[in-house]
């Protein structure tokens, strides 16, 4: 199976300045259509979009049998039909087999080395509805914006356990957290760290160009789910109700510049191997028309808030969840697998020894949380499972037997 890659340059005419709030038009727009764009949305060629939605929507469990992952196993490139085996019922008995080579694969590609990096949350302002998020518009929580000398306040501290790389992270909104407030943030870091990244709200190429030229080297966003009736209940209103908008980010920011994207689906909204499936497919597509881009693969499972994780129909078992992580490396064997503080002390050094390339250490999930003089500011996103500092597991990943890595790129 074969796709013709987005030529890279499919763009409209640049828009001045970063994308506004919906307008009442916009919104009636979205609200009837998940697949829409707002006027002022940056708009891409549909052609990987569609391949992989019919792709994920082709897969059917029960076409697959112990004969189809074996023949997988056997492999040494995989095609699309070789990871929908691995993700399937039938792989399950096979995990052992799966993670052995998922790590033959990892030393191979990686050595011993896990990078660590550590997020940075500025701003908790969001304009979206998603009923699984603590910074969900219409919860009662506390918010806080960072000032620029609160956000170097925290620089320094984060700086001072030896960290190399940060991600900076916004709640989901353009006109509190604009694009020039985030880029001089940005500015701020490029003195303290080699690596720096954004998770914030999906922009324009224009403004991921002001933002790559303020010091963001890498983009990760979180689809959330492939699968669009889930997508469309779980985002009732906002910008992030724009389904298309949303997956082209990655693409958007590799136009303007930047060196690596991360991809996601947030495991439980739906089925795990449609959504495992169509990530995949995602970061494989995007890797063939950017083939010198560093992709990533993060695998976040959801988690409670407040102690309070609500009800799902989709949660993912630990099995399932490094089956899904197994068939990831395999399937696409040159990207990091990042495994963040959501998950268990346990569970990230069992990984790490497997397939996991990159894991989060002294993280902070509110506003300003690694200074004293900035803590309490504003209430966290979600419970955090591994609450290591950097020394920690700075200490526990040499115990294992693995590399410490604090970056992997000098800035010029």
């Given at each position: 199976m074969n796709i013709l890659p987005t030529p890279r340059h499919m763009m409209p005419p640049?828009?001045?300045?970063?994308?506004?709030?919906?307008?009442?038009?916009?919104?009636?727009?979205?609200?009837?259509?998940?697949?829409a764009y707002t006027s002022s949305m940056d708009q891409l060629d549909m052609t990987r979009l569609n391949y992989v939605l019919n792709t994920k929507n082709s897969f059917s469990d029960k076409n697959f049998t112990a004969h189809h992952v074996e023949q997988a196993l056997a492999k040494d490139t995989l095609e699309p039909e070789d990871f929908m085996a691995l993700l399937s019922t039938p792989a399950a008995p096979y995990l052992e087999a799966m993670a052995q080579k998922a790590k033959t694969l990892t030393r191979a590609r990686f050595g011993n080395n896990v990078q660590l990096f550590t997020p940075l949350y500025i701003a908790n302002y969001c304009h979206n509805?998603?009923?699984?998020?603590?910074?969900?518009?219409?919860q009662t929580i506390k918010r806080a914006q960072l000032s620029m000398d609160d956000v170097k306040r925290e620089l320094e501290?984060?700086?001072?356990?030896?960290?190399?790389?940060?991600?900076?992270?916004?709640?989901?909104?353009?006109?509190?957290?604009?694009?020039?407030?985030i880029a001089a943030a940005l500015e701020l870091a490029k003195p303290y760290f080699a690596n720096i990244g954004i998770e914030i709200y999906p922009a324009n190429q224009a403004d991921y160009e002001i933002l790559h030229q303020a010091g963001a080297d890498f983009i990760t966003v979180f689809q959330e789910s492939y699968d669009l009736k889930a997508y469309e209940y779980?985002?009732?209103?906002?910008?992030?109700?724009?389904f298309p908008y949303r997956f082209y980010a990655q693409e958007r920011a590799l136009n303007s510049g930047f060196r690596g994207a991360g991809f996601a689906a947030l495991l439980g909204l739906s089925n795990f191997r449609y959504d495992a499936l169509a990530t995949g497919l995602h970061v494989w597509s995007t890797q063939q028309a950017f083939p010198a881009a560093e992709l990533s693969f993060s695998v976040p499972r959801l988690r409670p808030v407040n102690g309070e994780l609500g009800h799902f129909n989709h949660l993912v078992s630990d099995r399932d969840f490094l089956q899904i992580m197994c068939a990831y490396r395999l399937f696409v064997p040159q990207a990091q697998i990042t495994v963040?503080?959501?998950?268990?002390?346990?569970?990230?050094?069992?990984?790490?020894?497997?397939?996991a390339t990159k894991v989060s250490a002294g993280v902070q999930v509110d506003v300003g949380g690694h200074s004293a003089s900035n803590k309490h500011?504003?209430?966290?996103?979600?419970?955090?499972?591994?609450t290591r500092s950097v020394a920690e597991m700075h200490d526990d990943i040499q115990k294992l037997g693995l590399q410490v890595v604090y970056h992997d790129h000098i800035r010029v």
């Open positions: 640049k828009l001045n300045g970063h994308i506004k709030t919906a307008t009442p038009d916009d919104e009636a727009v979205l609200k009837n259509n998940i697949m509805g998603c009923r699984y998020c603590g910074f969900n518009s219409k501290s984060i700086a001072q356990t030896g960290l190399q790389e940060i991600l900076f992270l916004t709640g989901e909104s353009e006109s509190r957290s604009s694009i020039e407030y779980y985002h009732p209103y906002g910008n992030k109700r724009s963040s503080s959501r998950e268990s002390k346990e569970f990230r050094n069992a990984v790490m020894n497997i397939c500011r504003s209430s966290d996103q979600f419970d955090i499972s591994d």
